[in-house]
């Protein structure tokens, strides 16, 4: 029997270049120009808020990497301030990013170390602390200092993608890759999978891959062998 490997858990890690901005195109331009170090006078805070599956997560990571941001789980050895932010790159070599997730979740002992960490950012120059959270800063549920510090620079609001928005995408990377697709597909894919636009397009890769080993184009009956196949991600 023929068995097809669906690595749909193979995640490529988050990065500016792979964050689809939809009506974000704003806060991306100003992430890449942080990223690069080409932001005169950048702000030592920038806080972003939005929906689960807006992206918040995605660009921490992607500015900061995964093990220097500091959320409900996150042991605080790791953030420790000795007139350097931990882990931060030398003078010269980058800015100096730390990444808060989850705001609304942090405890109080994390609450201090961010708002710490905050206050490090204000008195060096080239240090920018990136955090976000579910709702704008002044609605959190926190310590007030902490409430008033995330709201001391810049703060941006996430917006989800539209269906239009998710659908443009997957059509245009089956454009890029030449791939035949039939027109019922993604409206099928955005209605009955996954709403989280990552994993659409990881399920596409796997439907790319497999149209391609059987020389077929993606069309609903191909989507249904996968579906049988328990391959599908379903939409919650």
Avoid at 134 to 153: E, F, K, V
Avoid at 183 to 204: C, M, N, Q, Y
């Amino acid at each position: 029997m023929y068995q097809l490997p669906l690595d749909l858990h193979r995640v490529e890690p988050p990065s500016l270049d792979n964050f689809v901005a939809g009506r974000n195109g704003e806060v991306l331009a100003q992430l890449r120009l942080l990223r690069a170090g080409a932001t005169q006078g950048a702000p030592a805070v920038i806080y972003l808020w939005g929906e689960a599956g807006s992206g918040k997560t995605h660009l921490l990571h992607a500015l900061a990497g995964a093990q220097r941001v500091l959320g409900p789980e996150a042991p605080l050895e790791a953030f420790a301030i000795d007139g350097a932010l931990a882990g931060a790159p030398p003078p010269g070599e980058g800015p100096a990013i730390v990444a808060i997730d989850d705001c609304e979740r942090l405890d109080e002992a994390r609450q201090q170390r961010a708002f710490q960490l905050i206050n490090h950012a204000h008195a060096r120059t080239g240090t920018t602390v990136i955090a976000a959270g579910a709702q704008p800063p002044l609605a959190l549920a926190l310590r007030d200092d902490l409430r008033t510090r995330l709201g001391s620079g810049l703060v941006y609001r996430l917006q989800l993608l539209g269906d239009e928005e998710k659908a443009a995408v997957l059509e245009r990377v089956a454009a890029e890759r030449g791939v035949a697709i039939s027109s019922e597909v993604v409206p099928w894919l955005i209605a009955h999978t996954s709403r989280d636009i990552r994993a659409l397009l990881r399920l596409f890769d796997v439907l790319d891959r497999h149209a391609f080993e059987r020389r077929r184009a993606i069309t609903l009956p191909l989507l249904r062998e996968l579906e049988a196949a328990g391959a599908l991600i379903k939409s919650g």
